[in-house]
């Protein structure tokens, strides 16, 4: 072979040598670029598995609040049910009360009528002392019992207003 011709081969083979070893330089370069692309990926995934970590811990804590939460409610709705059932008696007593109503209506007729009844006999009568003031007695028993039935009546009243005023103060 010519040396022309082997200087070139061999000047081809020294240029290829240069650029596998440029190629091999680059391929180091690129994996090192690779590799701290990498490593930059691998911290922030564990950041963001920090950070989840740490919401998960935040939404734990505000199941618990939730929780305790619900807790007080029901609690508080087992107070008004015990609120509701003490009206429940209030109002059945009240029932009772109003019940008595119409006997006071008509011990009310009735005064009425003895009234009326004294009325005309005492125009018609002079000399029967006695006989009136039995209808007197009658009336103040009468009086009494009304009188009676409405202390109680004003009780009641009393009792209605203070439930009232406790309900109006049940809150949170």
Do not use: W
């Not at 010519?2 to 240029?15: F, G, M, T």
Request: proline share 2%; hydrophobic share 45%.
């Amino acid at each position: 072979m010519e040396p022309d011709k082997l200087n070139k081969i061999l000047a081809s083979v020294q240029e290829l040598e240069k650029r596998v070893v440029q190629g091999g330089l680059t391929i180091a370069q690129e994996r090192a670029k690779a590799n701290a692309v990498i490593r930059v990926v691998l911290v922030l995934l564990a950041c963001l598995a920090l950070l989840n970590l740490h919401f998960m811990h935040v939404m734990t804590q505000e199941f618990r609040t939730m929780i305790k939460d619900m807790v007080s409610m029901h609690e508080y709705f087992g107070r008004v049910a015990e609120r509701m059932h003490d009206m429940t008696g209030y109002v059945a007593n009240m029932e009772e009360d109003i019940k008595l109503m119409p006997v006071i209506n008509e011990q009310m007729t009735g005064m009425n009528r003895d009234v009326s009844g004294m009325q005309a006999s005492l125009a018609g009568m002079t000399a029967n002392v006695t006989a009136m003031d039995q209808h007197v007695g009658s009336i103040n028993q009468g009086v009494g019992s009304m009188a009676q039935h409405f202390r109680t009546l004003n009780t009641n009243v009393g009792n209605i207003q203070q439930n009232v005023n406790q309900m109006s103060a049940v809150g949170p």
